[in-house]
């Protein structure tokens, strides 16, 4: 394994490792991706070893562009309008795979619909650009743990099965993208599956588009959406959350200005109150209060406005009883 700097020779490296079939962690907008060509199911494979998935979760297919996302997959009116006001961007879309699109079965899990987005971080454009190939990706953590933000915390989780991180820092969202489904019926209008720092409010306000809750679907209507388990993005310690005082020793996630007193470690997501700060460190301040090894961790309430929800979604699956 090898850690690069994110200069025009690693990037052309990385585009050859992929072209042959390797895997490479590259850096997006919200969290490092472990990529590989999504054509090549010995090469997707690979990807599921190396995160020790317990089942194979259909992955994101990255792409350069919205034509190329086009021969993938099949656009409605509202999937392109969406398409057009948030790509490049952290804005998954689900729907039906094209039947010639020549992805591997592996990266949609078996499914007729696949996951796609054009990212917006400029190394994983040009690597796309460079490597030519649509790149299946899920964040590059193991399986179970917080997704990376870092070059470093791939190299934690996974230093053994990547050929190569591409490193560029790390990412300015730091929160997964918004994962929107829209089911075979053209009529109906598409689901939240996984909240993210484009809120259902930046939708509907952007494209008059309104996405419903996975929980207002009805049966007939809701796309399956596996991979989300209720327990995912876990620390090690127990995690507990809204609290207004720490216990003696526990660590402290804390969020805006004022701060109870604590004895044991604290790491302040925003001291201004800023949410799209605090999204950006979530990640990398629990890794870092888990590896304190306090054995439990109080964050502090986070309110539900904006990114909010999607800080909320990820810590009450953190907080979740481990499977
Ligand atoms: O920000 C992100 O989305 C990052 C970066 C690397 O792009 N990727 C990421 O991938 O978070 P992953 O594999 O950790 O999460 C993908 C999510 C999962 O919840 C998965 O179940 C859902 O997308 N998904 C993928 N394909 C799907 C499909 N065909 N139908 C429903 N859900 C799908
Ligand atoms: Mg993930």
Redesign the pocket.
């Given at each position: 394994m090898e850690i690069l700097t994110a200069n025009q020779a690693a990037i052309a490296k990385a585009a050859e490792i992929l072209t042959d079939g390797g895997i490479v962690a590259m850096p997006t907008e919200t969290?490092y991706g472990l990529a590989a060509n999504a054509k090549d199911g010995t090469a997707v494979a690979r990807v599921f070893e190396a995160k020790g998935r317990p089942q194979f979760n259909p992955l994101i297919v990255h792409v350069a562009d919205l034509a190329t996302a086009e021969t993938l997959a099949e656009f409605n009116d509202a999937a392109r309008k969406l398409a057009n006001a948030f790509w490049p961007g952290p804005l998954t879309l689900v729907l039906p795979r094209r039947e010639n699109s020549g992805l591997s079965d592996l990266v949609t899990a078996g499914l007729t619909s696949v996951a796609i987005r054009v990212p917006g971080h400029p190394i994983a454009r040009e690597l796309l650009e460079k490597a030519g190939l649509p790149l299946a990706a899920?964040?590059a953590?193991r399986?179970g743990h917080v997704?990376p933000t870092t070059a470093e915390h791939v190299a934690e989780d996974l230093s053994e099965s990547v050929d190569l991180i591409l490193d560029a820092g790390p990412c300015p969202v730091g929160i997964?993208s918004t994962v929107l489904a829209f089911c075979e019926d053209e009529n109906q209008p598409p689901v939240l599956l996984r909240p993210g720092s484009i809120t259902p409010d930046n939708i509907e306000i952007a494209t008059a588009i309104a996405p419903v809750a996975i929980g207002q679907v009805s049966n007939d209507h809701a796309p399956s959406a596996p991979?989300q388990l209720s327990s995912?993005?876990a620390p090690k310690a127990r995690l507990r959350l809204n609290v207004d005082r720490p216990e003696p020793g526990e660590a402290l996630l804390a969020f805006g200005p004022d701060v109870p007193p604590s004895s044991g470690p604290v790491i302040n997501l925003s001291e201004a109150g800023d949410l799209r700060e605090a999204a950006a460190n979530l990640f990398s301040a629990l890794r870092e209060l888990d590896s304190a090894g306090c054995g439990s961790i109080a964050a502090m309430p986070i309110p539900w406005t904006g990114i909010g929800g999607a800080i909320n979604d990820r810590l009450l699956r953190a907080a979740a009883p481990k499977r």
């Open positions: 969290v899920p964040s953590n399986s997704s997964e991979g995912h993005y």
